[in-house]
């Protein structure tokens, strides 16, 4: 099996990928734990609303159709980005927006009607752009490193949820390092990034050579 140089770096954008939405699955999910530990008033039912933004995800099969269908004509060899890359500027905003109304130097029940706003529409954003990756996750490589692509999934996930979990846990706990405030700001800055990296990835030469997996997903589809 022998990888090309646009491969490899694409792997690496669809990990970065991946990586922008374990990290907020796992802001959703650490955060609630914070706020139960520093606001004695905060109840578990209060709590639980924040995990009702996770279920978009669950209707990702309603967004299909309108993110592989929809695309403008005069951007259709970057069609999978028209969606990744201003769905990660709208999350990026959304942190930088949260951040400016977060004072805390934790997570707080204040905050709570906040978050479900900010999470909602983070997961709304997340699950749409997700089609987007997953179908650009296997057109950048050739059929046989499909798998290898589907594996970057798992890892991103990993990393992207792990690093929220352990900066939430240790940055913004009681001896904590950071702000509830930097903490989002950072949350943004690595959204734009993402956005950006797979922006320039897209149009410089690197993808040149993804043609050759959405040919390839065509050539399996015609022989079905």
């Known amino acids: ?44 039912s209060m709590l639980g609303t924040l995990t009702l933004a996770g279920y978009f995800a669950s209707f990702k099969f309603v967004f299909a159709p309108l993110v592989d269908g929809l695309s403008i004509p005069a951007l259709a060899k970057h069609r999978r980005v028209q969606w990744i890359f201003p ?37 709304l954003c997340s699950s749409v752009q997700d089609v987007a990756v997953d179908a650009w996750a296997v057109e950048g490589v050739s059929e046989d490193k499909a798998a290898t692509a589907g594996l970057m999934q798992l890892v991103g996930m990993l990393l992207g949820s792990s690093a929220a979990t352990v900066l939430v846990q240790a940055g913004l706990g009681p001896n904590g390092f950071m702000k509830v405030t930097s903490y989002l700001y950072l949350c943004a800055a690595f ?30 589809g015609d022989k079905k």
């Open 1 to 44: 099996m022998t990888w090309r140089a646009c491969e490899v770096i694409h792997l690496i954008v669809i990990t970065l990928l991946y990586a922008c939405q374990g990290m907020t699955g796992g802001t959703a999910a650490i955060a609630p734990i914070l706020i139960l530990d520093n606001t004695p008033s905060a109840t578990v």
């Open 87 to 123: 769905l990660h500027l709208v999350m990026a905003a959304g942190y930088a927006t949260l951040a400016v109304h977060s004072g805390e130097d934790t997570f707080t029940a204040g905050q709570i009607p906040n978050l479900i706003i900010a999470l909602t529409a983070f997961s």
């Open 191 to 220: 959204a734009a990034f993402v956005a950006v990296v797979s922006a320039l990835h897209s149009a410089l030469s690197f993808s040149d050579c993804l043609g050759s997996g959405e040919q390839t997903s065509s050539a399996v």
